[in-house]
């Protein structure tokens, strides 16, 4: 049975403040992010051709981090993390469905968003401390392992806004862009959501762990 999204809808965009800014919200991630990655390559000097190699290895890290953050803490209730669990499950998988997976305004961003002070925390209590700690052995391999790892945290911004796009836009019909948002609207399928299609850029992680599930796409939206 469809799950009818439109009252809660009505319920969540009626208690977003009305001094929030959508444009705001995304401009800030997207800037301090590009900042971050800036600040954090500025120490490169005379890349060794093998160090290039952390870049790959940096995305297989986060490819991980963004599967076990997403199945340990969006899907599993913890005492530490009820409110992420509270704002993905209760509230993104309430707001977007199988069936209805498109943003209808600008507004609607908040649901899709992480909070906008969560990228200062990540360079906080991640990028910054992992840079600190490898550059004690290489200034390089800090510099691209922390970049590669803001740089994927933007990717993963970038690419969940995507998969919520109308079918009909640019973005949305882009080979690979299309590809994950029929394996993130399967995700959104009600019944598998806590079992399958965790990945959001690469489904590198729902392979290797047998939990990535493909059907055909039907009639959009």
């Known amino acids: 049975m469809a799950h009818d999204v439109e009252p809660f809808?009505?319920?969540y965009r009626?208690?977003?403040?009305?001094?929030?800014?959508?444009?705001?919200?995304?401009?800030?991630?997207?800037?301090?992010?590009?900042?971050?990655?800036?600040?954090?390559?500025?120490?490169?000097?005379?890349?060794?051709?093998?160090?290039?190699?952390?870049?790959?290895?940096?995305l297989?890290?986060?490819?991980?981090?963004?599967?076990?953050?997403h199945i340990h803490l969006g899907h599993h209730k913890h005492k530490l993390s009820a409110m992420f669990y509270?704002?993905?499950?209760?509230?993104?998988?309430?707001?977007?469905?199988?069936?209805?997976?498109?943003?209808?305004?600008?507004?609607?961003?908040?649901?899709?968003?992480?909070?906008?002070?969560?990228?200062?925390?990540?360079?906080?209590?991640?990028?910054g401390p992992v840079f600190w700690v490898i550059s004690h052995f290489s200034t390089n391999v800090a510099s691209l392992f922390s970049a590669t790892l803001v740089a994927g945290y933007l990717g993963y911004e970038f690419f969940h806004s995507c998969e919520h796009l109308p079918?009909?836009?640019?973005?949305?019909?882009?080979?690979?862009?299309?590809?994950?948002?029929?394996?993130?609207?399967?995700?959104?399928?009600?019944d598998i959501m806590q079992t399958r299609n965790f990945n959001i850029t690469f489904p590198l992680m729902d392979w290797l762990y047998g939990t990535l599930y493909w059907e055909a796409p039907r009639q959009q939206d």
């Open 60 to 69: 297989v890290f986060f490819n991980w981090g963004e599967y076990s953050v």
């Open 167 to 190: 079918p009909e836009h640019p973005l949305a019909r882009l080979p690979w862009i299309r590809h994950m948002r029929q394996l993130h609207r399967l995700h959104h399928r009600r």
């Open 86 to 127: 509270t704002r993905h499950t209760g509230d993104h998988h309430s707001f977007f469905v199988e069936e209805r997976m498109r943003y209808e305004g600008a507004r609607d961003w908040r649901v899709i968003l992480f909070p906008a002070w969560l990228i200062v925390v990540f360079n906080v209590l991640l990028a």
């Open 14 to 58: 009626a208690a977003i403040s009305p001094h929030y800014n959508a444009w705001l919200h995304g401009g800030f991630v997207f800037g301090f992010g590009a900042l971050s990655v800036w600040f954090f390559l500025r120490p490169l000097h005379a890349v060794l051709p093998q160090e290039w190699l952390t870049v790959p290895l940096a």
């Open 9 to 11: 809808r009505a319920r």
